[in-house]
């Protein structure tokens, strides 16, 4: 055979190789195809899921009166100003104090912005306490686990002036300026979804029974509550 034909015969070899290269990645792309839509809608609804129920809860209306009491008498002296906070805060959680709020395994804390992630400790307890009981009852009632959220927390004066011009609702005087006062929305709670990530969820069952054990909580002298019906929150104030 001579060389001329050899290489004919090579080049011939060789277009029927990516001739089959061509037909596998078309057939690997048509399967794609195939397969992306349905996947991407699982996805989306895994990251995004659909509400569940109505969002019925408990009513509490403890005033602010009440709540302004047990404030003064258990908290921290207010801060005026962002700034005096900053430089007040690290020796009040030096002495005990003040504790540090953060995610964990029961709650998360929403973006603040006119609050700070802190707390008297034994507001810190409470909500461990009802984390607690939120999770006990989910799980009685064979419920996913769901974390419960955290929307306000410590404010200066400063914040709650700012809050008062967005807010008609906001007191100019409340108990969130002692440390002992902290905001629960109602109407979602938070999921983990796919690949770790975590999404807002509308659960009737999960808000219904958080509000039963804040409402159990409140019943045992441990807190004063007001369910706000515009700010879709529970305003609850610890008592010791």
């Not at 061509?22 to 989306?44: Q, R």
Request: hydrophobic residues 35%; glycine residues 4%.
């Amino acid at each position: 055979m001579t060389a001329e034909k050899r290489t004919k015969r090579k080049k011939r070899r060789l277009k029927k190789k990516y001739k089959i290269r061509l037909i596998v990645l078309a057939v690997i792309a048509l399967a794609g195809l195939v397969l992306y839509f349905p996947a991407k809608k699982k996805v989306n609804a895994m990251l995004h899921p659909a509400p569940i129920g109505t969002v019925k809860v408990d009513w509490y209306t403890d005033l602010n009166l009440k709540h302004l009491k047990y404030a003064q008498k258990n908290g921290i002296a207010p801060f005026k100003t962002n700034e005096q906070l900053e430089i007040g805060v690290p020796e009040l959680l030096k002495t005990g104090k003040l504790e540090h709020i953060s995610d964990n395994g029961y709650y998360r804390i929403c973006p603040l912005t006119h609050s700070h992630p802190y707390l008297t400790p034994s507001a810190k307890n409470f909500l461990e306490e009802l984390g607690k009981r939120f999770s006990q009852k989910l799980d009685e009632h064979d419920l996913p686990h769901y974390y419960y959220q955290i929307s306000s927390l410590l404010r200066t004066t400063e914040n709650q002036k700012k809050l008062s011009r967005s807010n008609g609702n906001a007191s100019p005087n409340t108990s969130h300026l002692y440390a002992t006062t902290f905001d629960i929305p109602y109407f979602t709670v938070m999921k983990r979804t796919l690949f770790w990530n975590e999404a807002e969820v509308t659960d009737g069952r999960a808000s219904k029974l958080l509000s039963e054990a804040i409402g159990e909580l409140r019943k045992e002298g441990r807190c004063v509550v007001v369910t706000e019906r515009n700010e879709r929150c529970f305003h609850i104030t610890v008592t010791d």
